[in-house]
Every structure is written in C-alpha cells, then in structure tokens.
C-alpha cells in the first residue's frame, strides 16, 4: 500500500516510527508537510496539490496534525476524504477532539466520567462559578492549551478569582475544573488503536508540579488497566470517532475520570515505557481497513 503521513516535521520521534513500521511491512511511505498542501476544489474531482505535483493514490494517511494548525490540517484530511482516501483519525475526530468544550460534551453525552466542569462567557459571578466545580482548589484551563500549557492549578479562592477575571479582561476563553487530590498529581495515559488498548503508562508530575505531562518533567512508567479504566478508554476514543487516540484519565474515588482525548497523540513516550511497538499497531490497522 502507499501511505501518506501528514507531518511538519520527518525528524520527530512519532513520524519516524511510523515510517519505519511502514517500511518494515514493505509499504510506500510518504511524509507530507499538510501545510504545503493546496486544495484543489473542483465539481467531482477533488484533489491536493502539493510543491510542483498533485497528490494521489494514496490508500491511507496518517494525521499528525499539529494543535496550531487545526482548522487547515482538519481541511486538508476531509480533502483526503473526499478522495477515497482511508484516515487513521477524521476530519471530524480531529476537529472534536480540539474543541475541548465540544470533546467533553460528546463524553459525557456517551456516560464518561468527567471531572466537574463549568464553562461560562466571560461570567462576572466569578465566585458562583467556582462554587459549581466544588470550590478550591481549581483547574483553569484554556480552551486552546495543549501539552500543559495554559492550565493553572488556582489553590485558593483569591487566586481563583484573580486568574479567573485576568482571563475574563483578555477575553480569553477557558474551562474551570474540579481539582481530583486523590490523583497527587499523577495520570494515565491509554493509547488505543481500532477500538483496543494497545498500551498503558501512569504519568507522574515532578515534584511540585500538579500537571503530568512528560513535556514538563513527568516520569512515566507501565500500567495496567483496571477493566473499568480499559472500558472508558475505549468508549472514549469511540466517542469521538477516532481510529487512533491517547486518552488521559485519572484515577478518583469515584472512578476513572477523563480529562482528554488527543487525536495525535505522541509515540515516543508510550513506547518507551511500555517497550511495545505502538507504531506497528496504527500500520495493522490501516491494513485491516483501508481498500488495497
């Protein structure tokens, strides 16, 4: 098969695995800067065009779609679609999973334990919205972070609020979150692929840090997964419609909780801690799918 990895950059960890799984199966591979691309619209003939030639015959792509370039690389993989072209993550999924009001919506429409979560327009009656998640502490969270950034752990209420209306004045969007303490700062990350979980790891936030991610400092290490965790990973990625997703939960007293799902989520620190060929797997499922 000839497959299509939309990626900015060949030299990341994630897109060089997917290559070499690729080739280790003898398929074509391609990496494709999504950005390059020129859409092409036309009646009953839809097609990319990309640097000096237009793009086609592809049986699959693989989305590694920064969370920058959203709304064009979401464009650029409906395109795809519209060719015939089978994706590991769609159109939709991708554009969902990055709205993460929307994303939290469709969780908890499908019965997914979320933290308590209030999002407001710009509400003055800061205090009544801290009241809703529980009280202090809170989580206060842009709605356009990623990989931890722009999520404040606000431990008091003056904090809360300060935070709270500083967002207000900039007009910046954000969702307020219930604090889950029995975490103590720690994670997990399910990787699925096709409706399974094919790894497991637990991230734990550096001393001091309440937020996991290993882009901070976090140290992971394997898990397995309770049946119930298992479940939700799987119902989450299904949710969304995603072929592909880490889903990021966290362990509470009253369940796992889902905190997010990333439709491109990154390879090198699940392989790495689960010794598991992660790559290879998102490779079989296009076998298993896309139309040879």
């Known amino acids: 098969m000839k497959i299509a990895i939309l990626s900015r950059d060949a030299s990341l960890y994630s897109t060089r695995r997917l290559v070499e799984a690729c080739i280790v199966r003898g398929h074509q591979v391609e990496v494709i800067d999504h950005l390059k ?6 009646q009953e003939n839809p097609r990319l065009h990309y640097v000096d030639h237009y793009l086609d015959k592809f049986d699959a792509i693989i989305p590694r ?7 064009y690389g979401t464009a650029v993989v409906r395109q ?12 939709q999924g991708l554009a969902d999973s990055r709205d993460k009001l929307r994303s939290l919506q469709l969780l908890t429409k499908s019965g997914i334990g979320l933290p308590k979560t209030v999002f407001t327009n710009y509400s003055k009656s800061v205090e009544e919205v801290i009241d809703s998640v ?20 606000a431990d008091s209420r003056k904090a ?23 975490s103590k700062g720690a994670d997990i990350r399910a990787f699925v692929v096709d409706g399974k979980v094919v790894g497991a790891m637990r991230r734990q936030g550096k001393e001091g840090e309440f937020r996991s ?34 889903v990021d939960m966290v362990q509470s007293n009253r369940g796992p909780l889902v905190l997010e799902v990333n439709s491109s989520p990154g390879l090198e620190g699940i392989e790495r801690a689960t010794r598991f060929d992660i790559a290879g797997e ?10 040879k």
Request: aromatic content about 6%.
């Open 37 to 42: 691309c020129d859409i092409v619209i036309e």
């Open 65 to 71: 779609i920064g969370a920058s370039v959203t709304f």
């Open 80 to 91: 795809f679609e519209m060719m015939g072209v089978f994706t590991t993550v769609t159109s």
């Open 134 to 153: 529980g009280g202090t502490p809170v989580v206060i969270k842009l709605l356009e972070g990623t990989q931890g950034l722009g999520v404040i752990l």
């Open 160 to 182: 809360a609020t300060s935070v709270l209306e500083a967002f207000n004045g900039l007009k910046a969007r954000v969702i307020i979150q219930e604090f889950i303490s029995e």
């Open 213 to 246: 991610n290993l882009h901070r400092g976090g140290t992971s290490n394997i898990i397995e997964l309770t049946k119930e965790e298992e479940a939700t990973a799987i119902l989450s990625a299904k949710s969304l419609n995603l072929g592909v997703a880490g």
């Open 282 to 291: 998102i490779i079989s499922y296009i076998e298993r799918n896309a139309k």
